[in-house]
Nanobody, 116 residues
């Protein structure tokens, strides 16, 4: 059974940093591209960043490229999202997603709140 479990969310002040983690199980992690999405209240879910199976290719939303870093450790079946210089508009539930061909799996999400 496939599981994706996110962690690392919480409350942070504007300008602060958080590092999210997502641990996968029940599938061959290194064979899947991994992505982070987020969904703010009343808004559609949007892609934040993605990384290829062996980490050679990363993609970001244009506006986040200088603040967020996606990485993965295939030995630990984990993908990370380092978020720096956080802004109130980054407040959302953050989800990780595993994708390979026609297979896609989602985690349950972790809440990130940026507020003073």
């Amino acid at each position: 059974q496939v599981h994706l479990v996110e962690s690392g969310g919480g409350l942070v002040q504007p300008g602060g940093s958080l590092k999210l983690s997502c641990v996968g199980s029940g599938f061959t992690f290194r064979n899947y591209a991994m992505s982070w999405y987020r969904q703010a209240p009343g808004k559609e879910r949007e892609l934040v960043a993605s990384i290829s199976g062996f980490g050679g290719t990363t993609n970001y939303r244009d506006s986040d490229e200088d603040r967020f870093i996606i990485s993965r450790d295939n030995d630990k079946n984990t993908v990370y999202l380092q978020m720096n210089s956080l802004k109130p508009e980054d407040t959302a539930v953050y989800y990780c997603k595993a994708v390979r061909s026609t297979s896609a799996y989602w985690g349950q999400g972790t809440q990130v709140t940026v507020s003073s």
